[in-house]
């Protein structure tokens, strides 16, 4: 039972960052709050024995830390994502929802090692990617999560409109 609660009380921080992210307006301040997300979501998954989830967040950190200081070096980046995916899939222990953190973590891992990446298109993957947590979160009795990563959604899609409505305004 303490380890559900611990899992819990560091998703609740984790989500708190993962939605503050989605509020900043540049690809490399998206990406280094995320280095704090992910951080807490790592001790979370091990607490609540979701694999997979670290995985693909320990990968993560790796590559948010390459895309930001090394963002030239698209190998490294592009191993990452294969190496995300992979380990992900090793690693699963939830059956075939445990891999939905895998399959989501995709467009976010794509958008993050594209140095050209429009804040906003990175904004997109990463609602797609906290989509995928939610439901990791059902599958690992993670409850906080649930409400937060929902919350988060909510967070970044209102995000998202508010960018898309300044491009609009801008371009009128």
């Known amino acids: 039972m303490t380890d559900i609660i611990l899992g819990n009380v560091m998703n609740l921080l984790g989500s708190a960052f993962n939605a503050f992210s ?17 951080a807490c979501f790592v001790a979370s998954g091990i607490f609540l024995k ?3 989830g670290v995985v693909q967040n320990v990968v993560g950190m790796i590559r948010n830390v390459v895309a930001v200081y090394l963002p030239k070096d698209r190998f490294i980046g592009w191993l990452l994502v294969i190496l995300g995916i992979v380990f992900g899939v090793y690693f699963n222990n939830r059956g075939l929802l445990g891999l939905f953190p895998v399959v989501c973590s995709v467009p976010f891992a794509v958008a993050a090692i594209r140095k050209d990446c429009d804040p906003l298109l990175l904004k997109v993957a ?16 993670n409850f906080v999560g ?7 959604i909510v967070v970044a899609l ?15």
Do not use: C, W
Request: proline residues 2%; without cysteine; positive net charge.
């Open 158 to 172: 209102a995000s998202i409109y508010k960018d898309l409505h300044d491009k609009k305004t801008k371009t009128a």
């Open 22 to 38: 989605s509020t900043r307006p540049s690809r490399k301040a998206i990406l280094l709050v995320q280095e704090a997300a992910m």
């Open 146 to 152: 649930i409400a937060t990563n929902s919350f988060a």
């Open 50 to 52: 979701g694999y997979s």
């Open 126 to 141: 990463l609602t797609i990617s906290n989509f995928g947590f939610l439901v990791y979160a059902f599958v690992t009795y």
